[in-house]
């Protein structure tokens, strides 16, 4: 079974700085999908980045970039010029791409807690 | 275009009652997930539902049921509940062909 692993229970950033999550997985699996979800404390789980497994290119949404490492499982979040709407949990997810396309389910890590300070 | 919707977003029962948690996809979206995501952890697969049948799983006991209706909304039913069922429960759908799921707002369930 796939695995999620998020080291960092917590992190603080201040305002405009840069932050790095942590994120590893395990898998046999060749063909897979990463996700970045954030929750804010409305609960309102929302996709921030995603990642294909046969790409090699690091993907990257605005402010917010990954460093995929697939030969060392690592999946990171970069959040660049950080903003006070940024804090919330961060949850790091796999979904495998056996199968047929959507039908596969999410594996999340257990989360990272973002604090932002002013 | 309207987001996933949920309801009721709260509700609180007692231990042994029944609960049936509702949910509306986006539209055009096929398939339909639910998660618990109990306080302080990650999510935890509960059910998906693909063209209305069962397409797979997670580790729940057989008090955890659901369905998916023709205009493929869902419904997840929980029998004899236990205090440890208190979580948030959420929903989440997909287009089909897509790998991304769309999530609902949850419904925070407690069991006193």
């Known amino acids: 079974a796939q695995t999620v692993t998020q080291s960092q229970p917590e992190m603080s950033v201040q305002e405009a700085e840069t932050v790095t999550l942590s994120c590893t997985y395990d898998?046999?699996?060749?063909?897979?999908?990463l996700f970045w979800y954030k929750q804010p404390p409305s609960r309102q789980m929302i996709l921030v980045i995603r990642?294909?497994?046969?790409?090699?290119q690091n993907a990257t949404e605005n402010r917010f970039s990954v460093n995929f490492q697939k030969a060392a499982k690592s999946f990171s979040l970069k959040i660049s010029d950080s903003q006070l709407g940024d804090a919330a949990m961060y949850f790091c997810?796999?979904?495998?791409?056996?199968?047929?396309?959507?039908?596969?389910?999410?594996?999340f890590g257990k989360g990272t807690r973002l604090s932002v300070i002013a | 275009d309207a987001g996933v919707t949920q309801s009721p977003t709260h509700l609180i029962k007692t231990r042994g009652q029944h609960v049936t948690l509702r949910c509306s996809p986006i539209?055009?979206?096929?398939?339909v997930s639910w998660y618990q995501q109990v306080l302080g952890q990650g999510p935890q697969f509960i059910f998906q539902?693909?063209?209305?049948?069962?397409?797979g799983r997670g580790n729940f006991p057989d008090r955890f049921s659901a369905r998916q209706f023709p205009n493929y909304s869902s419904e997840l039913n929980v029998n004899a509940l236990l205090l440890g069922d208190s979580a948030l429960y959420l929903c989440?759908?997909?287009?089909?062909?897509?790998?991304?799921?769309?999530f609902g707002p949850g419904t925070r369930l407690t069991v006193t």
């Open positions: 989440a759908s997909s287009f089909p062909g897509s790998y991304e799921q769309y």
């Open positions: 898998t046999s699996e060749s063909d897979y999908y």
């Open positions: 990642q294909e497994a046969y790409k090699q």
């Open positions: 997810a796999y979904r495998s791409g056996v199968g047929l396309s959507g039908n596969t389910p999410l594996v």
């Open positions: 539209s055009g979206h096929k398939s």
């Open positions: 539902y693909y063209e209305k049948e069962e397409r």
